[in-house]
């Protein structure tokens, strides 16, 4: 069964460093999302991206954060200088095959990205 | 008022037992429901998607109430792999492209 992929598992950074978090989506997904989880809270949206270009972005996504897919097949989150805030799990998230049936009610996550910021 | 409000339990279920939770979502214009299940510093998985009509895939069963705003999902015959945290997740489009919202999930264990 295709999945998504994300690396690195696990990623430590000195506040202040700027991070590139790296996924993978389904190969022939449209829809590509960040999502992050705080430990202990709920999973938050980020941003969702489609066609090259941002398609919605929350509250959380300011100026500090970036994202990117620079080939077919790598989506990416930057963020420029962290916070001891931003240290959570990074889901991202892919959905709606090209071709697929309307219905298609899944957004597939990968398995995240524990970013700690020191 | 949280956008999707879950109780955080933990429900104690014994092996075999049944066992059900509810959500409520604050937005009358969601147009999607689902419930994820999600396993400790695990991602997300979709365990099914919920339907006006309720529906039901093998033990489990989803029901929406639109009216009062809630869902729900029941666990029959609950088995020890059913141990983890219930995630109510909500969206606003009638399709899989919109942010999801999610709760901050129930947790279920299931004893011995």
């Known amino acids: 069964e295709p999945e998504v992929t994300q690396t690195p598992s696990h990623q430590v950074t000195q506040m202040g460093q700027e991070v590139i978090l790296r996924c993978v989506p389904i190969?022939?997904?449209?829809?590509f999302y960040w999502y992050r989880q705080i430990l202990g809270q709920k999973v938050e949206f980020l941003v969702s991206f489609y066609n090259n270009e941002i398609s919605e972005k929350s509250e959380i996504f300011d100026d500090q954060f970036s994202v990117e897919r620079p080939d077919g097949s790598n989506f990416t989150l930057k963020i420029r200088s962290t916070k001891l805030e931003d240290s959570a799990m990074y889901f991202c998230?892919?959905?709606?095959?090209?071709?697929?049936?309307?219905?298609?009610?899944?957004?597939?996550f990968g398995p995240g990205t524990r970013l700690t910021v020191l | 008022r949280k956008e999707v409000e879950q109780d955080p339990g933990p429900f104690n279920v014994p092996e075999g037992a049944t066992v059900a939770f509810n959500c409520t979502y604050s937005?009358?214009?969601?147009?999607?429901f689902f419930w994820y299940r999600q396993d400790c510093r695990k991602e997300p998985k979709l365990l099914m998607s919920v339907y006006s009509s309720g529906n039901e895939d093998g033990r489990f069963t989803a029901q929406l109430n639109r009216a009062s705003q809630y869902i729900s999902l029941l666990i029959r015959d609950s088995k020890l792999s059913d141990s983890a945290t219930y995630l109510c997740?909500?969206?606003?489009?009638?399709?899989?492209?919109?942010?999801?919202?999610f709760g901050a999930g129930t947790q279920v264990v299931v004893t011995p």
């Open positions: 998230a892919s959905s709606v095959p090209a071709g697929g049936l309307r219905h298609t009610d899944t957004q597939y």
């Open positions: 937005n009358s214009a969601s147009q999607s």
């Open positions: 190969s022939n997904h449209l829809y």
């Open positions: 997740v909500v969206a606003m489009t009638t399709d899989s492209w919109g942010k999801l919202q």
